[in-house]
């Protein structure tokens, strides 16, 4: 249930600045008397400068900065804590206006110089994946394409400089909020703002058919990876409740196409937890899986989460398991899932309420 422009006036609340495409302000700035290149200003001081208030948009006429103030809201979230030191992967505590709580979290690569933004998309998820903080009390709302941007900015505000990546893998399942999230995936990607390559932008699915047959259509270059976790619909049904609406089959289908369709090779991500998906066995059916189409292959430890009951296997088995993959020409990285001491490794981010 994505939240409009017009439900946030009813709520009393104002819509994000940052959820508006060039052409969006442009429209605005027209409704209201203002020449066009007026928008590309505004634009620029929002990506361009990462200034923190319309006040500081200085070469707007001021009558002009406050009806956007009027209209937009500048800040739509609003920081209270971040755990983690500068220079290492660090979580990022976020009230929203409506006091619901998210978490993003920022991954530096310091060998590449690089920094990832992990970016939630919705307060919970109806998923319920059982090693998974996040879905643990189902979905309470979707975010709207400002605050998924407004993330985004408030992490390049921390560090100064526009974040390299940004992935679509922190609290929600975005393409249950796929209009929500493609659109700030345009404006994070748009050449006159934050300009993130749209091969840095990584959009994750625990397997939403529908989904992955409309990025299919969309025409973006954005990398899909889809967390798979189990090579068979007993194991998988297990763990994700997913599966039953759309088991290995139709999603193996869809991912064919998707593959055919863009040329875009899949990245499949496959948490491994001991005694249940960690077996040569499991690891041979995974070949025989994913030998339709070229793909890529993580292999992630499992992260400790309260509420599940399971542990991560020990080296030699997941050394097993990789190999089994790299031998059948599968590219397979085996990595531990960064920050889980922070608990903001994948699956163990959560919406907490004031
Ligand atoms: S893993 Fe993803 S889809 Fe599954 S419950 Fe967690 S947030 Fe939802």
């Known amino acids: ?205 625990c397997g939403v058919v529908p989904g992955i047959e409309r990025l299919a259509e969309e025409g973006l270059q954005v990398e899909l990876s889809v967390s798979l976790h189990a090579p068979d619909n007993e194991t998988r049904s297990k763990t994700m409740p997913v599966n039953e609406t759309w088991p290995l089959a139709e999603l193996m289908d869809a991912c064919a196409n998707y593959t055919e369709k863009t040329n875009r090779i899949i990245t499949f991500e496959y948490t491994l937890i001991k005694d249940l998906n960690d077996s040569p066995e499991q690891a041979r059916e995974l070949v025989q899986l994913l030998r339709r189409f070229p793909c890529r292959v993580n292999l992630i430890p499992l992260s400790p989460v309260e509420e599940f009951d399971g542990e991560r296997p020990d080296s030699e088995t997941m050394q097993i398991f990789f190999q089994t993959l790299e031998k059948a020409h599968i590219n397979t990285t085996l990595r531990d899932s960064k920050g889980s001491n922070l608990k903001a490794a994948c699956g163990q981010l959560r919406s907490r309420r004031s």
């Open 1 to 205: 249930m994505p939240i409009s422009e017009d439900q946030w006036f009813i709520m009393n609340l104002k819509p994000s600045i940052h959820g508006l495409l060039p052409e969006e302000l442009e429209a605005f700035c027209k409704q209201n008397g203002q020449p066009a290149f007026r928008a590309k200003q505004i634009f620029d001081w929002l990506y361009g400068k990462f200034v923190p208030s319309f006040d500081e948009m200085k070469n707007l006429p001021a009558p002009l900065r406050a009806l956007l103030a009027e209209h937009y809201s500048f800040q739509a979230l609003e920081k209270l804590e971040v755990s983690g030191e500068k220079g290492e992967t660090q979580k990022l505590l976020f009230k929203l206006s409506d006091k619901e709580m998210i978490e993003t979290v920022i991954i530096p690569a310091p060998r590449r110089g690089t920094n990832t933004v992990c970016v939630s998309s919705q307060v919970g998820c109806v998923y319920g994946c059982a090693f998974c903080a996040s879905g643990q009390k189902g979905v309470i709302r979707n975010l709207t394409a400002g605050e998924i941007v407004g993330e985004v900015m408030e992490v390049a505000r921390q560090l100064g400089e526009r974040p390299n990546n940004v992935v679509f893998m922190g609290i929600g399942e975005p393409f249950d909020n796929y209009d929500a999230v493609m659109k700030s995936v345009r404006i994070l990607n748009h050449p006159d703002g934050l300009n993130i390559g749209a091969r840095k932008i990584t959009v994750s699915t």
